[in-house]
């Protein structure tokens, strides 16, 4: 397959990429403009990409293209948190256009591609503490987490309208190698090294009460591949592996791992000021459907993470 990945190279993407091409798959990587010297030198394809500008995403999908995996968006919820209305603008309305045009090509090619959206379990918001489900309500608390609904409802609709086969990953919390200091578990890993390096006794944190379902990004990115070939159109799935783990746990963990046992103190300035409780999901649809399972467990992520900080 031919496979476009728009945002390839953030987190997720750079773990991607590879897999797609283990896979046998050819990948172009569609970028924003000058964002793609890196790739390039990889000998990987670049075409460039704007989401917000509908020109671009037109000329973006010119070639063969068998599949899109969209993961460019405003991934930070501190990001989108900081200006809604361009979370909006990207991961909504950007989304919207490049599955519209997506299923364009699709009539006038005769072709039936893929288009998998990466979302997020953040849209199922507050509810009881048990794993969501796909068939679960949905209430984000965020703008980012709204901002991917409104996403997943634009291409869910483009699939009915013209049967582009469209598949969404709702994926849970997930961390390794590369991932940078907005998200929580690289957060707390440096933290704790700078701590240990200077001795001291205490580390800032926010709320370590919250449960979360973690994975390392190798497993995220198994599902994604799985899902392209495997996926049924105008279906959600979860990515999640149906364990919560406290997040004061996962700090205690990396704090063996570093070996520095300092004490969290809980800083106003880290605190969301609405923080979900509990967030774990229900991977039984995923399963079912592609015969996907975790490989990684929670201590080895946990530890790549604290020594690509040493690093």
């Given at each position: 397959m031919n496979v476009l990945v728009t945002g390839a190279d953030?987190?997720?993407g750079s773990w991607l990429l590879p897999r797609l091409r283990e896979e046998g798959h050819a990948t172009i990587a569609a970028l924003r403009?000058?964002?793609?010297?890196?790739?390039?030198?990889?000998?990987?394809?670049?075409?460039?990409?704007?989401?917000?500008?509908?020109?671009?995403?037109?000329?973006?999908?010119?070639g063969d293209i068998d599949a899109v995996v969209h993961l460019a968006a405003v991934a930070s919820g501190a990001d989108a948190a900081k200006d809604p209305g361009y979370a909006w603008l990207v991961n909504a309305v950007g989304t919207a256009r490049l599955a519209e045009a997506l299923a364009r090509k699709r009539a006038q090619t005769g072709t039936d591609p893929v288009f998998l959206l990466v979302s997020t379990g953040e849209v199922y918001g507050h509810g009881p503490e048990t794993p969501r489900t796909e068939t679960d309500p949905t209430y984000p608390l965020s703008p980012y987490a709204a901002s991917k609904l409104g996403g997943e409802i634009a291409v869910l609709e483009v699939h009915r309208r013209t049967r582009l086969r469209v598949v969404v990953a709702r994926a849970f919390p997930h961390s390794g190698r590369g991932q940078d200091q907005r998200f929580v578990i690289p957060a707390l890993a440096r933290r704790l090294?700078?701590?240990?390096?200077?001795?001291?006794?205490?580390?800032?944190?926010?709320?370590?009460?919250v449960v979360r379902d973690f994975m390392h990004v190798s497993d995220v990115v198994d599902a994604y591949?799985?899902?392209?070939?495997?996926g049924e159109?105008?279906?959600v799935y979860n990515v999640a592996t149906g364990q919560g783990v406290r997040l004061s746990d996962a700090y205690r963990q990396l704090g063996e791992i570093i070996g520095h046992a300092a004490v969290p103190e809980v800083s106003s300035t880290l605190v969301r000021p609405v923080d979900l409780n509990y967030l774990v999901g229900d991977g039984a649809r995923l399963r079912?459907?592609?015969?996907?399972?975790?490989?990684?467990?929670?201590?080895?992520m946990l530890a790549e993470v604290a020594h690509a900080q040493a690093d």
């Open positions: 953030g987190f997720v403009p000058g964002c793609g010297d890196r790739l390039e030198a990889q000998g990987i394809a670049v075409v460039p990409l704007e989401v917000t500008e509908g020109d671009s995403v037109a000329r973006a999908l010119e090294m700078l701590a240990k390096r200077v001795g001291a006794p205490a580390v800032e944190v926010g709320n370590l009460d591949a799985r899902l392209l070939t495997r159109a105008g279906t079912r459907a592609t015969g996907w399972s975790p490989r990684v467990s929670l201590r080895a």
